[in-house]
Antibody, heavy 127, light 106 residues
Framework: EVQLVESGGGLVRPGGSLRLSCAASGFSLSSYQMNWVRQVPGEGLEWVSSISRDSTFIKYADSVKGRFTTSRDDAKNSLYLQIDGLRVEDTAVYYC????????????????????WGQGVMVSVSS | IIMTQSPATLSMSPGESATLSCRTSQSVYNKLAWYQQTPGRPPRLLIYGGTTTDTGVPARFGGRGFGTEFTLTINSLQSEDFGVYYCQQYYSWPLTFGGGTKVEIK
């Protein structure tokens, strides 16, 4: 059974940092491009970042570029999101998500639909 | 790519059919997915490639469209179908989502 379990969320003051983790099981993480998507409670979905299966390509939304860093450790079956310089507007549920199928094109930041989502972890930024 | 979903809210009765619309600001060809989100749950992939139903998704869900105009149809609404539906394009970076259509019980 595919499982994605996020952790590391919490309440942080503006300007602070957090490191979110996503533990993957039930599939070979190394074969999949992975994503972070966030959702302000009661609002819509916002794509945050994607990382190719070999970490060659890491994409970020303009709203987080320069403050968020996505990484992965396939040996530990884990995906990470380092969040620095937190702002009140970063308050949201953060979802770890896997592409639907394992795709890879050397030298190309290929795109695919998101096929599976974790339960999410809440990040609250407030003074 | 800007994603526009309409209507924002659909008030329906169980057993009725619902049609949700998604429009993109430029062609995404068939790189369009639909997700369902029920309260307290993460999104669930329903449709990809504009028209292909994901594994395990009931046959009452159907997607149509190509280019810039897409629809999601839900035939004979069941109680578990009430929630918010999002479209998303994966034709180009950045990935973008529509604002969602809430399907609520009338």
């Amino acid at each position: 059974e595919v499982q994605l379990v996020e952790s590391g969320g919490g309440l942080v003051r503006p300007g602070g940092s957090l490191r979110l983790s996503c533990a993957a099981s039930g599939f070979s993480l190394s074969s999949y491009q992975m994503n972070w998507v966030r959702q302000v409670p009661g609002e819509g979905l916002e794509w945050v970042s994607s990382i190719s299966r070999d970490s060659t390509f890491i994409k970020y939304a303009d709203s987080v570029k320069g403050r968020f860093t996505t990484s992965r450790d396939d040996a530990k079956n884990s995906l990470y999101l380092q969040i620095d310089g937190l702002r009140v507007e970063d308050t949201a549920v953060y979802y770890c998500a896997r592409d639907r199928y394992p795709h890879y094109v050397p030298g190309v930041a290929s795109v695919a639909e998101i096929g599976f989502w974790g339960q999410g972890v809440m990040v609250s930024v407030s003074s | 790519i800007i994603m526009t979903q309409s209507p924002a809210t659909l008030s329906m009765s169980p057993g009725e059919s619902a049609t949700l619309s998604c429009r993109t600001s430029q062609s995404v060809y068939n790189k369009l997915a639909w997700y369902q989100q029920t309260p307290g749950r993460p999104p669930r992939l329903l449709i990809y490639g504009g028209t292909t139903t994901d594994t395990g998704v009931p046959a009452r869900f159907g997607g149509r469209g190509f280019g810039t105009e897409f629809t999601l149809t839900i035939n004979s609404l069941q109680s578990e179908d009430f929630g918010v539906y999002y479209c998303q394009q994966y034709y180009s970076w950045p990935l973008t989502f529509g604002g969602g259509t809430k399907v609520e019980i009338k």
